[in-house]
């Protein structure tokens, strides 16, 4: 089979370039990209990228793979073969490091302003908080993202303006806590999101609810958040 | 919170009711105007003149003027706020946009004014 993988090492390179690989893949097998990645590093060592838990938990492994975001380690080669050639990018939008190695930097930015923990300004119970469970419920589909990046850097808002939109993971993180029993501080949450950038940048694209790894629905979160600005403010 | 102080209203919540109501109001007016004509088939000059001449006709479009200029400020901006960044287009960028938001708002007035004379005949 076929890889195109793209190649950069700022420190030798002056631009990126695409370069192929031919291998040999076990015939009756389904191997996954981060396989077919483990591979080729046995072919050629300088090829770099992140990995860690290989079973889509960690999210190290977010990449583009033949056009669409994904996590290598549970994307499997036969869905991501385009006419017999796997084409491998890193994520769009962000600075290389190197090879498919990107600086997650303003993506954690982002998540760091909607200030992803409780705020609860009672005093602390002696054990702990409590919450019925169709509170808890409300987190379901919320809790589970794993900031692999895949959403944000597949969405157009967040590449325009990656310094001022959220993004979807940002924005699915800060409804997560708009929507906890046990947070205290929505009102000053929704004052910090009420700009026309922050949330509002959004224009349901979509294209987050199409490749998250997790099959989590950013959109939808969105709409929940403007809901509650809109409620807030009428 | 990111600031900015050529939006519409200063604030996205602002902005976005703004855009989906006059969304929502631009297309029951251009709907009903279309379903008129169809419903026309012998649309003459002085039917069209005597429709426009009536009052709630000239309250309705005038609505639709402005909220026509209204939404167009508020696409038109993001537009500008997208695509005409420094990220883009260099250190020129703000130069740019100012420049490019600015000739959006007069050719705006301009079609309102405009809009209001033909409306009333004036």
Not at chain 1, 38 to 66: A, F, H, T, W
Not at chain 1, 96 to 104: A, Q, S
Not at chain 1, 140 to 158: H, K, M, Q, R, V
Not at chain 2, 29 to 54: I, K
Request: with cysteine; aromatic share 10%.
């Amino acid at each position: 089979m076929l890889v195109s993988l793209y190649r950069y090492n700022p420190e030798v390179d002056s631009k990126p370039r695409m370069q192929d690989y031919e291998i040999e893949l076990p015939a009756g097998k389904d191997l996954m990209v981060l396989d077919v990645l483990e591979l080729l590093k046995r072919q050629d060592p300088s090829i770099s990228y992140r990995r860690s838990c290989r079973e889509g938990v960690c999210g190290s492994d977010g990449m583009n793979i033949s056009g669409t975001n994904g996590l290598a380690c549970i994307t499997p080669v036969s869905a991501a073969t385009r006419g017999g050639k796997l084409v491998l990018r890193p994520l769009p939008g962000l600075p290389v490091v190197r090879d498919l190695v990107v600086d997650m930097g303003v993506f954690y930015k982002q998540f760091e302003k909607i200030q992803p923990f409780l705020i609860n300004s009672t005093p602390a119970p002696a054990i702990e908080r409590l919450q019925s469970p169709e509170d808890r419920e409300k987190l379901d589909g919320l809790y589970e993202c794993i900031l692999c990046a895949c959403c944000s850097t597949n969405c157009p808002s967040f590449w325009w303006n990656p310094d001022k939109f959220i993004g979807p993971a940002g924005l699915l993180q800060a409804y997560r806590f708009l929507a906890d029993s046990r947070d205290t501080a929505t009102d000053a949450r929704l004052a910090d999101l009420e700009d026309p950038f922050s949330v509002f940048r959004c224009r349901g694209i979509m294209n987050c609810v199409a490749v998250c790894p997790k099959g989590l629905n950013p959109t939808r979160a969105i709409g929940h958040i403007r809901s509650m600005l809109l409620q807030r403010a009428t | 919170m990111v600031t900015n102080v050529t939006s519409f209203g200063r604030s996205g919540l602002y902005d976005w009711v703004v855009q989906r109501l006059t969304a929502v109001y631009l297309a029951v007016y251009f709907v009903g105007l279309l379903g008129y004509m169809a419903l026309s088939p012998d649309l003459d000059f002085e039917q069209w003149r005597d429709l426009f001449s009536a009052t709630w006709m000239r309250v309705a479009s005038l609505f639709a003027l402005v909220a026509l200029c209204a939404h167009a400020w508020v696409g038109l901006w993001t537009i500008s706020t997208d695509y005409l960044t420094s990220d883009l287009l260099g250190s020129k960028a703000s130069v740019i946009r100012f420049a490019f938001q600015s000739a959006c708002v007069i050719v705006m007035f301009i079609y309102l004014v405009w809009g209001i004379q033909i409306l009333w005949g004036l």
